[in-house]
């Protein structure tokens, strides 16, 4: 009778990890998918790229200032409650997402509906990512935790990296709506199966009470500074708007640090990031995100807009990066043992940071290359995104006590959100300031009859308004309608000026998206140690 019993809990716990599993596929294949549909949704609710930037921002700004909080609360109140409701949640965002451009509430444009759709997405996200780590922790033991860690890594490197490619399907074949209508049924099944197969767990030693003083500063530091990257480009870095978000960032941060060690049972323990391999791999989790998932934005415009092709056929042209992630996987979950978490590490960071170096070969001062020339570094960033995610989660992980296991996992991917949103904003940033001073150079250099200086600053101006979205388009709106100078004898030489323009500006967002690999990969070398992460 035991025997059998043992064998049906063992069933249900590879069932658990299933259902655990489908709640981080969904989280983070919300990160990718929306990528490819940003020129869909821009045409349909013709928005400007601004806006476009918030799709994806309103959904990393939630994740990232709640990351820390929902994790906790599944310490304190149940893992699997919290789990649970954050499944819910997302699915009743991702609801809301594809019918925000049927839903009219007082002012609101279809876009700030979405928006707002998508801060809902980021809120159940907030539980089910972290909690997936500490469930699989306090779930399984021995080598069942590293298979299992191997699995949960797999799926969460193919979740980002499919994400184009089954955006660009859904896109082409039904509507942008879509990439968001297919949450629904699998939400549905996940909660389902988590209700029954996985067992709940807590931190004992927790009272069943919340830090408010952590919650508070804590949220209030990740949400002015996540604000503030996002938005500093836009409002203009030393601007009073900027510069007021990142002190109150500053202080609420330093409160935080001051006072939590001090607090018996403190929302995050800052004492976690007093071992090195614990900040070498947080600081990994944040260079991957904003130098390598940040990175499929700008790639995505790059498919499409400059050289042309449509939703589907950017998905299909970053595939061999989504398949490769199928093979680093499984083995570093092989390695892992053998080698040692830090090495799998670093190898993964290093095939990262050499593939996207390779994709700086884009395109040269005025055209682009074939999209052939990519492909080196998709397969490169591929197997590295496959072999980095299993050894970063389990030296995040094993560096903590189990009873932790939630506040770990939150802070680790509290470090990978805010590189996600880091990275989308310091990259935007880039890519906006390069784009305008280039467009300024290249309409100076321009040599034409009836081009006075008066002219050439109105023309320099108009352009670097448009934005580097326009310029991708070739100085064409979404909706149709071109810039002033459409029918004018200059418009083919504004037209490859622009280009060019977004095309070097793109360059250098790759190279700046390496060097921030290139620093995980350092200091994975310098931080992280074997005898720092615990057996249980």
């Not at 352009?463 to 100078?485: E, H």
Request: charged content about 10%; aromatic content about 8%.
């Amino acid at each position: 009778m035991g025997s059998n019993n043992e064998v049906q809990n063992q069933r249900r716990r590879w069932w658990a990890l299933g259902a655990i599993c489908f709640g981080l596929f969904m989280s983070l294949l919300d990160v990718t998918i929306v990528n490819v549909a940003l020129p869909s949704i821009q045409h349909d609710l013709n928005e400007s790229i601004s806006n476009l930037e918030w799709i994806m921002n309103a959904y990393s700004l939630v994740f990232a200032a709640l990351l820390v909080t929902s994790s906790r609360l599944g310490d304190i109140f149940g893992r699997k409650k919290v789990f649970i409701f954050g499944v819910a949640v997302f699915t009743i965002g991702s609801f809301l997402c594809a019918v925000a451009g049927d839903i009219h509430i007082g002012t609101l444009t279809p876009a700030e509906v979405l928006n707002i759709a998508r801060g809902i997405q980021g809120l159940g996200s907030s539980a089910m990512m972290p909690l997936s780590l500490a469930l699989i922790s306090s779930t399984f033991h021995g080598r069942e935790r590293g298979t299992a860690f191997g699995i949960w890594g797999g799926v969460a490197g193919l979740a980002t990296a499919i994400g184009p490619l089954l955006g660009g399907i859904l896109v082409q074949n039904i509507n942008w709506q879509s990439i968001f209508d297919i949450n629904i049924p699998i939400g549905i099944i996940g909660i389902a199966i988590a209700a029954w197969a996985i067992h709940d767990s807590r931190d004992e030693a927790a009272p069943r009470r919340i830090d408010i003083f952590g919650l508070l500063t804590i949220t209030a530091s990740m949400f002015c500074l996540i604000l503030a990257l996002m938005e500093g480009s836009s409002k203009g870095w030393t601007s009073g708007y900027i510069l007021t978000l990142f002190v109150i960032s500053g202080l609420a941060l330093l409160a935080f640090i001051l006072i939590e060690p001090q607090i018996k049972h403190p929302m995050v323990d800052p004492r976690l990031f007093k071992v090195p391999s614990f900040t070498g791999a947080a600081i990994a989790g944040f260079t991957v995100s904003s130098g390598m998932y940040a990175l499929f934005f700008y790639l995505s415009l790059y498919l499409q807009n400059l050289l042309g092709f449509d939703a589907l056929g950017a998905g299909l042209r970053l595939l061999p990066l989504s398949l490769l992630v199928l093979v680093g996987a499984p083995l570093a979950g092989r390695l892992t043992d053998r080698v040692g978490a830090k090495w799998m590490m670093f190898i993964g960071m290093s095939f990262c940071c050499a593939g996207v170096l390779l994709m700086t070969r884009l395109g040269g001062a005025s055209e682009p290359n074939q999209w052939i020339v990519l492909l080196p570094g998709l397969i490169l960033s591929g197997i590295g995104i496959g072999i980095v995610n299993p050894p970063m989660s389990a030296v995040a992980m094993g560096t903590a006590e189990p009873r932790l296991a939630g506040m770990a996992s939150g802070a680790n991917n509290l470090c990978r959100q805010v590189g996600t949103a880091f990275g989308i904003a310091l990259l935007g940033a880039l890519l906006n300031q390069r784009y305008n001073t280039l467009i300024a150079a290249k309409i100076s250099a321009l040599h034409l009859a009836g081009l006075g200086s008066s002219v050439r600053r109105s023309i320099i101006s108009g352009i670097q308004q448009a934005g580097p979205m326009a310029g991708s388009l070739g100085l064409k709106g979404s909706s149709g309608q071109t810039n002033p100078y459409i029918h004018s004898p200059l418009f083919p030489s504004l037209q490859t000026a622009a280009k060019g323009a977004f095309l070097s500006s793109t360059a250098d967002v790759v190279w700046l998206a390496g060097g921030m690999l290139l620093i995980g990969c350092i200091s994975v070398l310098l931080l992280v140690r074997r005898k720092d992460i615990r057996t249980h």
